[in-house]
C-alpha cells in the first residue's frame, strides 16, 4: 500500500507475462464475520472476476488461479460439494462473461473425481475460447504439482515405450510439453494471500525462478491495489536466473 502511496506506478514496459494466484483466505475471512466458509467461497469467486477484469486491463498475457487442489478432496464434503457447485456455475457463465474481451479458457488438472457435468463444461468452454489469444485464463482444478510432474514422467514413459521418444531425446523442453500448461511460459509472478508462505504443491515445476509475493490480505479482500502493489513489487526485483547482474 505504501509503494502506491508513494507515487510509484507500474512500469508498463515490466508487465509481468504471466501471474499465478494462490487464492487463500476465503474460510478465515467468513469466521470472522460469522458466515459459513461456502460465504466465504462465493464472496471469492466474485473478487476472481475483478481480478481478471484488471489483469486484462493491465496488459497480464497469462493468468492461472489456483481453485481446488487434488488434495482438498479431503475436506468435509459438503464444503466440497459447494465448492463444485460454485465452479460449474463459473464454468457456464465464463464465456459470455468473457465475450466482449479476447480471452482463452483452460482448465488444468486431473478429470478424475470431476462430475460428467463439470467435465462436458470444461471442453465446452475451452472449445468455444480456443481462438481467442489477448489473455490466457487457467483455472487450475484438481491440480496438484507432483501429480503434474508425475502424469508428465507417464506420458514420457509412454512414448518411449512405443518408440516415439528415445531416452536421450528427453529434454526440459520435452518434458515442460507433457506437463498441463504445455506451451504456457513459467510463472514470473506468484502472488498468495492471507499470509501463509508457502505454495502448497502449486506449480512447482513452473515455479523454480517464479517471484513469489506474499500478503496477509485475506482472497475477499484482496482489490485491484492490492494486485497493483504486488506487480510494481515484482518491478523492484532483480530477476538474475541463475545468472551475476
Same mark, same amino acid.
Given at each position: 500500500m505504501a509503494l502506491l502511496q508513494k507515487g510509484i506506478k507500474i512500469d508498463s514496459n515490466n508487465i509481468p507475462q504471466h501471474i499465478a494466484i494462490i487464492m487463500d483466505g476465503n474460510g478465515r475471512w467468513a469466521k470472522r464475520r460469522g458466515l459459513t466458509r461456502s460465504m466465504g467461497h462465493r464472496e471469492g469467486a466474485r473478487v476472481v472476476k475483478k481480478i481478471i477484469e484488471q489483469a486484462y486491463d493491465i496488459g497480464i498475457r497469462y493468468l492461472t488461479f489456483f481453485a481446488f487442489s487434488n488434495e482438498n478432496w479431503a475436506r468435509p464434503k459438503a464444503e466440497v460439494d459447494e465448492l463444485m457447485r460454485l465452479y460449474l456455475e463459473y464454468l457456464k457463465s465464463a464465456e459470455n462473461?468473457?465475450? !466482449?474481451?479476447?480471452?482463452?479458457? *483452460?482448465?488444468? /488438472?486431473?478429470?478424475?473425481?470431476?462430475?460428467k457435468e463439470i467435465i462436458d463444461q470444461i471442453n465446452k468452454i475451452e472449445k468455444g475460447t480456443l481462438n481467442r489469444d489477448r489473455m490466457t485464463l487457467m483455472i487450475a482444478l484438481n491440480y496438484g504439482g507432483r501429480q503434474d510432474i508425475l502424469q508428465a514422467t507417464q506420458k514420457i514413459a509412454e512414448d518411449v515405450r512405443n518408440g516415439v521418444l528415445a531416452i536421450d531425446e528427453i529434454t526440459q523442453?520435452?518434458?515442460?510439453?507433457?506437463?498441463?500448461?504445455?506451451?504456457?511460459? !513459467?510463472?514470473?509472478?506468484?502472488? *498468495?494471500?492471507? /499470509?501463509?508462505?508457502?505454495?502448497?504443491?502449486f506449480l512447482i515445476w513452473q515455479c523454480s525462478y517464479t517471484e513469489f509475493y506474499f500478503t496477509p490480505v485475506l482472497w475477499p479482500d484482496f482489490t485491484e491495489k492490492d494486485l497493483k502493489e504486488a506487480i510494481i513489487e515484482y518491478q523492484r526485483r532483480n530477476r538474475r536466473f541463475g545468472d551475476v547482474k
Open positions: 462473461e468473457t465475450n !466482449d474481451k479476447n480471452v482463452r479458457v *483452460r482448465i488444468i /488438472g486431473s478429470r478424475e473425481g470431476l462430475s523442453e520435452e518434458f515442460q510439453r507433457k506437463l498441463y500448461t504445455e506451451d504456457v511460459p !513459467d510463472p514470473d509472478l506468484l502472488i *498468495r494471500t492471507s /499470509g501463509e508462505m508457502r505454495i502448497s504443491n
